[in-house]
C-alpha cells in the first residue's frame, strides 16, 4: 500500500491492482511492495498465535487470485484469496497427513508432494490432488520415493514431481551415494486434471548420468516449458537432466560444472569485506526456471560440497549463457544485506529463481536464502541486466511470478514466535516510476574492487558543515567497528568511506553511538557487557577513527550496570561548558522502575552527573520492555530522544521522538538523588517505519539533525544475522516539527 494514492494518480488503475489488466511498458519499470502478510493469521480461529507456521513453495491459480503454498511444520496446504493482494484473507488449511515438500496449481486442482518417510532408508512419499472448488482431497497417487518440488505442465497434461530420497547429513559426513537413489515421477492428467495412473506411476530413472555419485541421483528441483520437456536439477550430483514428459525419454543430461567469484567475503569472520575469492567451486544449482523453451536458469545454492554464490543462464545443449560470477555477492554488500556469518560458506546463498513478463520485458528472479534479498534481472538474450533490488523477510524461499496482475511474491520460512521472527508472504506490485528501496547502498572500495560492506548501522550523527553529510558507526555483530561517511545528496544515499576505530583496551566495542566533536573528531558510545569483560565506555576519536580517550563510569555505578547500557551520545554547550551526554537505554538494578539515566559528562574536570528519564510502559499485547535509542542536541540545553519498545511487525508499539531539556536541572553524582527529566512527546516515527509495508523493524537506533534542520532516521538490521536485513534512512522532515 505504500503511495498507493500517488500511485494511482500516476495513472495505475484499479484496473490493474486488482487483475483487470496489465501496466505499460511506458508508464512504469519497477516493483513496489504493497503487502507483508503473515502466516500465523492462517491459523484456525483460537489457535495459539505463536504456532509455528512456515510459507515455503508458493504458486497461484491460473487467475492470480488464489495462492497456495506449503507448510511444513502443519502438515498441509495453506491457501489464501489473494484477489485484492492490500488484504489477503485466509482461504483453507487442507491436512495432508505428512509433510508437504512443493505444490503446483493448474486449471482444476492443486498438486502437492507429501513425504511420510519412516527414515532416510526407507522413503516414501505420494501426489495429493486437491481440488480447487471444495478444497477437498480427490487422489493419493504413491510417488515411489520421498518427493521434493513439484511441477504442472503449461498444458495441464502432466505433474512431474523430484523424487529426491534426501541424504542423511550426520551419515558418513553426509556423503553420497546414500541409497535408495532417486527418480523422476511422471503422472499423467486427463481433461479434469485428474491423474489417470495414480496407482502406476511412470518412473524416469536418472542413475548413470552424473559424474559425482551416479548410482544416487537426487533430483531437487524441476520445471517444464512449452513443449513439456522438463529440466531437472540433480543438486548434490552436480547435474542438470531434461527429459521428455511424453515419453519418459532422458534427452539431455550434462555436469553443472564449476564457477569462479572474485573479491567477495570468503573469511570466518563478522565482516563482509572483499576479502579473497572462490575458484572452480561446484555450483550444485537448486531452483531452476524456464526463461523460454531453449534456456532456464539455475539459483546455484550449493549443497554439501558446492555453492558458487550466482546464478547461470543455460541452453538446453548444456552451454553456460550466462553466469553472475560475484554479482549476488555484490549485491549484498552494496545494499548492507551480506550475511557476514555466511561468508565462509555459501555466502548470499541464492536458491529460488523465477521468471515472468512484465512491462514487455522478461524478467529473472534470483533470491538470496542468507541475504534476505531478491534480485530482478532483465532478459536480454545475452548478459541480463540488473533492473531492482527487492527486500525480503527472512529467508525468502519460493518465488512467484504472477504476469497476469502485475504481482510478484515471495514465501518467507523463517519462524520463530520466541525470537520474534514470523514467516511472511511478501507481495510487489509492478508499475513504480522508481524504486522505493534501497535508501542507502555503499560505493566502490578501490583497494578492493567490490563495494564497501556494511550494516548494522546503530547510531547517527550530522556533520555541523555540511547539511549533505551524515556519519554512521556499526554495532558489535562485526569484529570491527566502524565509522561510516554517508552522502545523503545523492538518491539513495551512499556510503563513500569508512575509518576502522583502533587503539581501545578490549577485544571489541559495540558502538551505539556517535556525535561530532567540535574541536575535531568524534564521541562514541559502546555498550558494555560485563560477563563479557566489555565496558561501558565512553570513546573520544580522531578523524582517522584512532582511540584518543576512553573513558568509564564511576565505579560505584558500573556496579549498579545491566547489560542494556549505553544508547547514544551527543555533545553539547551549556552555560559556557562544552559537555557530553550519554543515553542508557534501560533502567540499571539502582534505577526505579520505569526510569533509566542520562549520563552528562565533563570533559573539563573529567566529573559525571545523572538525571533520571521516565520511560513510557510497554503498549504492546505482546509484552517486551521500553528503552532509548539515541540523543541528538537540539542547542540550548534540549535534546531529542529516540524511545522505542523492542517488538516488530504487528506488535510494534512504540516507536518515538521525545524532547527533554536540561534547563534548570542540575545533574547529581552518582549516590544521590537524581532529578528527574520532563519529557514531551513530539513525534510518533512508527507511520514512517511502516510506509514501505515490510515488516516493521524493532530497532530505529539512529536519529540526527542535519546543518540545514532536517531530522534524520536510521534504522540497525542486526546484520542480517536472523533479521529481514532491510536498512531505512528516513528524513522525517525539518526538526522544527519537535517544537
Sequence with gaps: MANLRGRFLKGVSLAVLFGLGTVSAAQADYFERVNTYPVYKTLPAGADKATETVAEIIYASKDGRTLAFTDSPGDAIVFVNAANPLNIQPKARVALGGEPTSVAVGDQAAYAGVNTSEDYVNASGHLAVIALADMGITATCDAKGQPDSVAVSPDGKYVAIAIENE???????????????????????????????????????LTSLADVAPTDP????????????????????????????????VVASFSAGAASAENIPVKKARMSDASGSTVDVRREPDAVAWIDDERFVTANEGDYEGGSRGFTIWNTKGEVLFDSGNQMEHLGMAHGHYPAKRAHKKGTEPEGVAVGEFGGETLIFVNSERGNFVAVYKDTGAEPEFVQFLPTHVGPEGLLAIPGRDLFVVANEVDSAEDGVRSHLSLYQFGADAPAYPSI????????????????????????????????????????????????????????????????????????????????????????????????????VAADGSVEEQITLPQSLIDQSKR????????????????????????????????????????????????????????????????????????????????????????????????????????????????????????????????????????????????????????????????????????????????
Design 441 to 540: 547502498t555503499s560505493a566502490t572500495d578501490p583497494e578492493k574492487n567490490a563495494p564497501i560492506g556494511w550494516g548494522a548501522l546503530s547510531a547517527l550523527a550530522a556533520d555541523p558543515t555540511d547539511a549533505n553529510k551524515l556519519y554512521a558507526v556499526s554495532d558489535s555483530f562485526y569484529d570491527d567497528a566502524r565509522i561510516y561517511t554517508l552522502d545523503i545528496a545523492s538518491k539513495p544515499a551512499q556510503i563513500t568511506s569508512y575509518v576502522t576505530v583502533t587503539g581501545f583496551d578490549q577485544a571489541k566495542l559495540d558502538l551505539e553511538g556517535i556525535s561530532v566533536a567540535k574541536d575535531g573528531g568524534f564521541w562514541l558510545a559502546s555498550e558494555g557487557r560485563l560477563d563479557r569483560e566489555l565496558q561501558h565506555l565512553l570513546l573520544k
Design 564 to 739: 542494556f547500557s549505553f544508547e547514544g551520545v551527543a555533545e553539547f554547550e551549556m552555560n559556557g561548558q562544552t559537555l557530553v551526554a550519554v543515553a542508557v537505554q534501560r533502567e540499571w538494578k539502582d534505577d526505579p522502575k520505569g526510569h533509566t539515566k542520562i549520563a552528562i559528562y565533563n570533559p573539563a574536570d573529567k566529573s559525571w552527573g545523572f538525571v533520571h528519564y521516565p520511560l513510557d510502559a510497554p503498549k504492546s499485547a505482546a509484552g517486551g520492555w521500553v528503552g532509548l535509542s539515541e540523543i541528538v542536541s537540539m542547542g540550548n540545553g534540549q535534546f531529542a530522544i529516540l524511545e522505542r519498545d523492542n517488538k516488530g511487525g504487528e506488535d510494534a508499539a512504540i516507536k518515538q521522538i521525545t524532547v527533554v531539556s536540561l534547563d534548570g536541572v542540575t545533574p547529581a553524582a552518582h549516590g544521590d538523588e537524581l532529578p528527574v527529566l520532563e519529557k514531551r512527546f513530539a513525534m510518533d516515527i512508527l507511520p514512517a517505519m511502516s510506509k514501505g509495508k515490510g515488516w516493521v523493524m524493532d530497532k530505529p537506533e539512529g536519529l540526527a539533525i542535519t546543518a540545514d534542520g532536517r531530522l534524520i532516521l536510521v534504522t540497525d538490521n542486526d546484520g542480517v544475522d536472523d533479521a529481514p536485513g532491510e536498512t531505512q534512512l528516513i528524513d522525517l522532515g525539518p526538526a522544527t516539527r519537535l517544537n
Design 218 to 249: 537426487e533430483p531437487e528441483f524441476v520445471s517444464i516449458n512449452s513443449r513439456n520437456q522438463a529440466v531437472v536439477t540433480l543438486q548434490e550430483n552436480n547435474h542438470l537432466a531434461i527429459v521428455d514428459l511424453a515419453s519418459g525419454d
Design 167 to 205: 541424504r542423511d547429513e550426520d551419515l558418513n559426513d553426509g556423503v553420497i551415494p546414500q541409497m535408495p537413489a532417486g527418480h523422476l515421477a511422471i503422472f499423467d492428467l486427463d481433461e479434469n486434471g485428474v491423474p489417470t495412473n495414480c496407482d502406476a506411476v511412470r518412473i524416469v530413472d
